[in-house]
Nanobody
Framework: VQLVESGGGLVQAGGSLRLSCAAS????????MGWYRQAPGKQRELVAA???????NYTDSVKGRFTISRGNAKNTVYLQMNSLKPEDTAVYYC???????????????WGQGTQVTVSS
């Protein structure tokens, strides 16, 4: 099972970026998916998460600016980031709880990370 992110980059403050993450491999069920971020010298933090049913939650600092969504095939997750601020600069990681084929429990997977840099 793999999670592959795309969409990071450099943007000016006030701009927008859209991150994408696609899960592939021997997957039976994908449960919750989410985005975390880690800035230099800081701990990794949850940015947003969404259940398989579409219920979403966000960390307070991004509410009203970021939107998480799932693709129609349910194996993709997106993070639309608007009104970006320099403090949003971090490596963003995709995360998912997945039940692989021929397994009996959920496993937690991480993507490789994508850099988001917001200049002031």
């Amino acid at each position: 099972v793999q999670l592959v992110e795309s969409g990071g980059g450099l943007v000016q403050a006030g701009g927008s970026l859209r991150l994408s993450c696609a899960a592939s491999g021997s997957i039976f069920i994908i449960n919750a998916m989410g985005w975390y971020r880690q800035a230099p010298g800081k701990q990794r933090e949850l940015v947003a998460a969404i259940t398989s049913g579409g219920s979403a939650n966000y960390t307070d600092s991004v509410k009203g600016r970021f939107t998480i969504s799932r693709g129609n095939a349910k194996n993709t997750v997106y993070l639309q980031m608007n009104s970006l601020k320099p403090e949003d600069t971090a490596v963003y990681y995709c995360n998912a709880d997945i039940l692989p084929l021929r397994k009996m429990s959920l496993y937690n997977y991480w993507g490789q990370g994508t850099q988001v840099t917001v200049s002031s």
